[in-house]
Nanobody, 119 residues
Framework: QVNLVESGGGSVQAGGSLRLSCAASRLSYCMGWFRQAPGKDREGVATIAGFGAPSYADSVKGRFTISRDNAGNTLYLQMNSLKPEDTAMYYC????????????????WGQGTQVTVSS
């Protein structure tokens, strides 16, 4: 069992920045950030493997950075140059599988933190 609690969401203007944090009872090999906007399917934003290799959705490449503090059991998502289309509920997730992190099934989820970007 992995317990996840997100924080750091909020409302910002376009071009602004936010840093999301996810406090975990423990970090799995594959950790990730996902988001879901109203009326849309949940989508993967970024994943990171235990040794630190990140993967990003094309829509956030160059703007978002995922990182992990293995000693502190915390996952981060630094979001820069935010756009209105980044508005969504953001979820931290952990996988009990080991593999290419953007392809594995994530089976532990936090409650989410809302990010709202205004134009």
């Amino acid at each position: 069992q992995v317990n996840l609690v997100e924080s750091g969401g909020g409302s910002v203007q376009a071009g602004g920045s936010l840093r999301l944090s996810c406090a975990a009872s423990r970090l799995s090999y594959c950790m990730g950030w996902f988001r879901q906007a109203p009326g849309k399917d949940r989508e993967g934003v970024a994943t990171i493997a235990g040794f630190g290799a990140p993967s990003y959705a094309d829509s956030v490449k160059g703007r978002f950075t995922i990182s992990r503090d293995n000693a502190g059991n915390t996952l981060y998502l630094q979001m820069n140059s935010l756009k209105p289309e980044d508005t969504a509920m953001y979820y931290c997730a952990a996988s009990s599988s080991i593999g290419a992190c953007f392809t594995v099934n994530f089976n532990y989820w936090g409650q989410g933190t809302q990010v709202t970007v205004s134009s």
